[in-house]
């Protein structure tokens, strides 16, 4: 159980475009949804808290217009980044919530983006 | 903020040695985690301890959540290959459900 599925596995854009990431909860209701971002050799770090319904929760210093969140329902959350440029390239990672498992936060397998 | 201060860095051992990294911070937290992230893929639950003092095992993996709930190790007995990888610890604020991760430990193994 405790299954997240993320999509795309990587995508190669050209600076200036768009780019969306899904984060779906397989066999749960995910109320809380997470995203992260990973540059290379270092650690997770949390970009925004996302709740079924309403507004995403960003971490302090991510730009919330240039990385949009809907979480529309409690199996789907989308990331999209606007206007990408190199240095968005990076591993971004979402993570799912429920309150009915004993163990929190499963990880979806993350979504290499390398902006051109 | 809170951070997690993870150590050591990285390990370079022999197939069949024990491994022992560990994770403190200046903040409490109620539950302390333990996951494995292999190249290019998501973070996998190894661990998961909730009370202070708790010692969980899985398999040849031990981890204990400090008594003050500021610290945390995770010991791995008689390592293989496939333990290759880099290991976090994190701490889950909670209410937020958010997870604050250490440093990460890269685990490489000669055979």
């Known amino acids: 159980g405790a299954v997240v599925s993320q999509h795309p596995s990587w995508v190669i854009c050209k600076s200036g475009t768009s780019v969306k990431i899904e984060c779906r909860s397989l066999?749960?209701?995910?109320?809380?949804m997470f995203w992260y971002r990973q540059f290379p050799k270092q650690s997770l770090m949390l970009m925004a808290t996302s709740n079924e319904g309403s507004k995403a929760t960003y971490e302090q210093g991510v730009e919330k217009d240039k990385f949009l969140i809907n979480h529309a329902s409690l199996t789907l959350s989308t990331l999209t980044v606007t206007s990408a440029h190199p240095e968005d390239s990076s591993f971004y990672i979402c993570s799912a919530y429920s309150s009915s498992y004993n163990s929190p936060l499963h990880f979806g397998n993350g979504t290499r983006l390398t902006v051109t | 903020g809170q951070q997690l201060n993870q150590s050591p860095q990285s390990m370079f051992i022999q197939e069949g040695e024990d491994v022992s990294m560990n994770c403190t911070s200046s903040?409490?937290?109620?539950?302390w985690l333990w996951y494995k992230q292999d190249p290019g893929e998501g973070p996998v639950l190894l661990i998961a301890?909730?009370?202070?003092?708790e010692l969980t095992s899985n398999g040849r993996l031990t981890a204990q959540f400090g008594i003050t709930r500021k610290d945390s190790f995770l010991n791995i007995s008689a390592s293989i290959p496939s333990d290759v990888g880099i290991y976090f610890c994190?701490?889950?604020?909670?209410?937020?459900?958010?997870?604050?991760f250490g440093q990460g430990t890269r685990l490489t193994i000669n055979p």
């Open positions: 301890l909730y009370k202070a003092g």
């Open positions: 066999d749960f209701q995910a109320t809380t």
């Open positions: 994190a701490g889950l604020v909670q209410g937020a459900q958010k997870l604050v």
């Open positions: 903040s409490i937290f109620n539950t």
